[in-house]
């Protein structure tokens, strides 16, 4: 299994950035992927995922923000995060459960106030 995570970078409080996580080594279209993030000096947290059927799931605090989706023919998830806070603050990584925890390498989003 590989995630390969990108496009994090510096940002005003209000912009927009989208994440990609690209997948392989394992059949993408019938997992559920999931975005976490990891802030300065908090554990890791869920923000969203989304299953094979493209149901999805968020956390409080960006629910109505952010908005995860996939494209299971480029074996991509994407992170849409819109209105962002200072708080948003993270390494966010993308996440797979088979067998266990599958982790990307992380990708730094920081949000300047």
């Known amino acids: 299994v590989q995630l390969q995570a990108s496009g994090g970078g510096l940002v005003q409080a209000g912009g927009s950035l989208r994440l990609s996580c690209k997948a392989s080594?394992?059949?993408?279209?019938?997992?559920?992927m999931g975005w976490y993030r990891q802030g300065p000096g908090k554990e890791r947290e869920l923000v969203a995922t989304?299953?094979?059927?493209?149901?999805?799931n968020y956390k409080d605090s960006v629910q109505g923000r952010f908005t995860i989706s996939r494209d299971n023919a480029k074996r991509t998830v994407y992170l849409q995060m819109n209105s962002l806070k200072p708080e948003d603050t993270a390494l966010y990584y993308c996440?797979?459960?088979?067998?266990?925890?599958?982790w990307g390498h992380g990708t730094q989003v920081t949000v300047s106030s």
């Open positions: 996440h797979l459960y088979l067998r266990r925890d599958n």
């Open positions: 080594g394992f059949m993408f279209s019938i997992n559920t």
């Open positions: 989304i299953s094979s059927g493209g149901s999805t």
